[in-house]
């Protein structure tokens, strides 16, 4: 098992560039987030879905949507991009028998010039 | 709302020695988990421990174990016999309902030979 994967491990943009970040999960787990990671702090929640073709925002969405057509992919998008969404992305997933415990991806480092 | 604080920015302890790592989080739930992370200089995620809250025996994990305090609203990680490879940040997080996830902003654990 690959657990969570995501991809691309690195990505430089420019500003008002767009961009998807791609998060895939072989474990068959219902649940899947999306963080970001900046310095100084903890992971903070972008966006999460309770299974296939449903999504929620947390509690920082603001510049970024997210899709989930298929129960094992779970996509982030910047349709406009930021200096301020600099940051490292982190995709995690968790199963309803798991007790809470997510499973994480190894990150995405993003740069926005 | 919930928050998860962890007042020791970073922290320095011998090979060999056992070091304390604090965390005090806020909520008006009664059933959540508890989690501490650890992540090294890869970057990855890595579970330490978890904790149950409707349990009152602390979990313990080979070298690492919690001292959990419902009603004080406590959750420290203790570390015995530090190693090298010891040497991370190490986040608390709180999680309620699979879609209410909190991480503290870490500490910095140096482990010296």
């Known amino acids: 098992n690959a657990g969570v994967t995501q991809t691309p491990k690195f990505r430089v943009l420019k500003t008002g560039q767009s961009m998807t970040l791609l998060c895939a999960q072989d474990?068959?787990?219902?649940?899947m987030y999306w963080y970001r990671q900046d310095p100084g702090m903890g992971l903070r929640l972008i966006h999460y879905?309770?299974?296939?073709?449903?999504?929620a925002k947390g509690e920082v969405p603001d510049g970024y949507n997210v899709s989930r057509l298929k129960k094992q992919n779970f996509l982030l998008g910047l349709e406009s991009a930021a200096p301020s969404q600099t940051s490292v992305y982190f995709c995690a997933s968790l199963g309803l028998a798991a007790l809470g415990t997510q499973y994480f991806g190894p990150g995405t480092r993003l740069t926005v010039l | 709302a919930q928050t998860v604080t962890q007042s020791q920015p970073e922290m320095s302890v011998q090979e060999a020695e056992t070091v304390t790592l604090s965390c005090t989080y806020d909520?008006?739930?009664?059933?959540?988990?508890l989690f501490w992370y650890k992540q090294p200089p890869s970057r990855q995620m890595i579970l330490v421990i978890r904790q149950e809250a409707y349990k009152q025996q602390n979990a313990t994990e080979n070298r690492f174990s919690v001292n959990f305090q419902k009603a004080a609203k406590s959750f420290s990680l203790k570390i015995s016999d530090s190693q090298l490879g010891d040497t991370a940040m190490y986040f608390c997080?709180?999680?309620?309902?699979?879609?209410?996830?909190?991480f503290g902003s870490g500490t910095k654990l140096n482990v010296k030979p």
């Open positions: 909520t008006s739930e009664n059933n959540y988990y």
């Open positions: 879905s309770v299974g296939e073709g449903t999504t």
């Open positions: 474990m068959n787990h219902e649940y």
């Open positions: 997080a709180f999680i309620y309902n699979f879609n209410k996830f909190y």
